[in-house]
């Protein structure tokens, strides 16, 4: 079974930094694009960052400039580092991966359980 095992979130004051990580399981052994995406109590599910496997990265709109999206190959993790928070970033934060290896084949479509995030004003 793979999973994606987010952490990192919690509560800050505006203005103020978090750094979320998405750990994929040990079955892993490569991950093609990943991505955050973040879902807002009463809203749909929005897409926040995403990388490639080579690092291009790309960001919403509302994040540019404040949030980074990195990752580390060798440990199949991806993490999105979110400075100067704003009340409105409060969310459930999920980690996806388009398409992961393993050594009984690939698996697409991979979703993170999800972490918190809440920022007061």
């Known amino acids: 079974q793979v999973q994606l095992v987010e952490s990192g979130g919690g509560l800050v004051q505006a203005g103020g930094s978090l750094r979320l990580s998405c750990a994929a399981s040990?079955?892993?052994?490569?991950?093609?694009?990943m991505a955050w995406y973040r879902q807002a109590q009463g809203k749909q599910r929005e897409l926040v960052a995403t990388?490639?496997?080579?690092?291009?990265?790309n960001y919403a709109d509302s994040v540019k400039g404040r949030f980074t999206i990195s990752r580390d190959n060798a440990k199949t993790t991806v993490y999105l580092q979110m400075n100067s928070l704003k009340p409105e970033d409060t969310a459930v934060y999920y980690c996806?991966?388009?398409?992961?290896?393993?050594?009984?084949?690939?698996?697409?479509?991979?979703w993170g359980q999800g972490t918190q995030v809440t920022v007061s004003s």
């Open positions: 040990a079955s892993v052994l490569s991950v093609d694009d």
């Open positions: 996806n991966a388009d398409r992961v290896a393993t050594p009984w084949g690939p698996q697409y479509n991979i």
């Open positions: 990388i490639t496997y080579s690092g291009s990265a």
